[in-house]
């Protein structure tokens, strides 16, 4: 691209256009502004200054060498430090990932490190109530799997639930919808599994109890604070066939055929001879206490009730459906 | 050319040895890379020229890298760093471009 400066060529002057010299504090500005990439005037005259310089001497050599190595050794260490620094710029967002993932890590661990310790202090109790009392050994493996306190096994269905494929378009539908799973349609189908005479329940592996909470955040349905993702497979143990047939003769059977029908939200059964309940992973002891230590709101229900909205479940001996 | 193997020698020093840089010099680093890359572009400008003088080349490239490092240290002083150093990247940056606009034209023309 041709520019004017280059069909003019000026001869190398000590005077710019407006009467300065090169050193005048304003010409330099000048020279940006009228001619920005070209400062060739005064590049000019410093080219004659260079050419007037004496010839090299062994000084002059020594010196060059020396700051050419302290040059090359500074822009060296310069370029090196400023690109740490930059690289170090990413990183706090690494230095967080870092951190939440050794954060799972040590949680995972700790969690194993419970599961270890409380089936030694099932295994203890069990030599020290099996040797003395055996009806208080009896007692306690009742309470302990009505608490969730251990894993169970045993024959039961699975119910499964997950989210619509894409729908196609029609009368108030938007093509592409997708009708998620809510936490309402969980807690009915759990709680007509209680209600259908279910011994132990679990959702996607976290084990329900008295205290157990099916809650949603955002898009994401939550069991006991933990966020799930579909498809839901509510592990329930019990006789399968009377499971199945509880449920679906009941107003939870209705509402799992109403939202399969009208928001194609798939529910399938699973029967199995063999299925398994995780132990409830946290449990904190809670006991009940005299009114007059502590108010009654403290107390705790003592069977596995429905599964409610609220963590401080209403004490619910019998299991009926929430609609 | 006992300037040029200098510098190759400095760099290369620098490389192998990382060594850290003070904290107190760090806000120079970057007005110390622009002014030797302001330098290199007039000493490639000055070569095609045929001007090429390693003394004068270092001593502008030494004495570059101390006035802009000490402008900024002024601005430091003075409470206006960030735009004193702001400054002397545009002016070098300007340098750049009008030796790198005269390298151009000499390698086009010729």
């Keep these: ?323 | 050319m006992i300037a040029i193997l200098g510098l190759a020698a400095g760099i290369l020093v620098g490389i192998v040895l990382q060594p850290d840089v003070p904290v107190a010099l760090q806000p120079y680093l970057p007005i110390a890379v622009v002014a030797a890359l302001d330098t290199l572009a007039g000493g490639l400008r000055a070569t095609l020229d045929g001007a090429f003088n390693a003394h004068v080349f270092i001593t502008s490239f030494l004495f570059n890298v101390l006035i802009a490092a000490f402008l900024v240290f002024l601005g430091d002083q003075l409470g206006v760093g960030a735009q004193l150093s702001t400054a002397v990247i545009v002016v070098l940056g300007i340098r750049i471009f009008s030796n790198a606009a005269a390298i151009r034209r000499r390698l086009v023309r010729s």
């Excluded at chain 1, 230095?95 to 949680?107: N, P, T, Y």
């Excluded at chain 1, 003769?249 to 109403?258: P, T």
């Design chain 1, 1 to 323: 691209m041709p520019d004017p400066q280059e069909q003019t060529p000026e001869p190398h002057s000590r005077q710019t256009p407006h009467g300065e010299t090169p050193y005048s504090p304003m010409s330099l500005l000048r020279a940006l502004t009228s001619n920005p990439l070209d400062v060739e005037t005064l590049r000019g005259t410093e080219g004659r200054h260079e050419e007037a310089a004496p010839p090299d001497t062994a000084a002059t050599t020594v010196f060059t060498t020396i700051a050419a190595l302290a040059l090359g050794f500074l822009v060296a260490i310069s370029v090196a430090d400023l690109r740490a620094d930059a690289a170090a710029e990413d990183s706090p967002r690494a230095l967080l990932a870092e951190e939440v993932r050794e954060s799972r890590d040590q949680a995972a661990a700790l969690e194993a490190e419970q599961a270890e310790l409380q089936g030694d202090v099932s295994a203890l109790q069990e030599d020290v109530l099996g040797s003395t009392d055996a009806g208080a050994a009896a007692e306690l493996g009742t309470a302990e799997a009505a608490a969730g306190s251990v894993a169970l096994a045993g024959p039961g269905v699975v119910l499964q639930l997950d989210d619509s494929d894409q729908l196609p378009a029609s009368p108030g539908v938007a093509e592409g919808t997708v009708n998620a799973v809510t936490d309402q349609d969980l807690q009915i189908a759990v709680n007509g599994l209680w209600a259908a005479g279910a011994e132990a329940v679990s959702v996607n592996g976290q084990r329900l109890t008295a205290t157990s909470a099916i809650r949603t955040a955002g898009d994401a349905v939550l069991v006991d604070l933990r966020p799930l993702s579909p498809p839901y497979r509510i592990t329930a143990l019990g006789d399968p066939d009377a499971l199945r047939a509880g449920v679906e003769d009941s107003v939870a059977g209705e509402y799992l055929e109403e939202i399969s029908l009208r928001f194609r939200i798939p529910v399938t059964w699973e029967a199995s001879e063999e299925l398994t309940v995780p132990a409830r992973t946290v449990t904190g002891l809670r006991e009940a206490r005299p009114v007059d230590e502590v108010d009654s709101s403290a107390a705790e229900p003592s069977a596995p009730a429905a599964a409610t909205q609220d963590d401080g479940a209403a004490p619910d001996p019998t299991p009926e459906e929430t609609p």
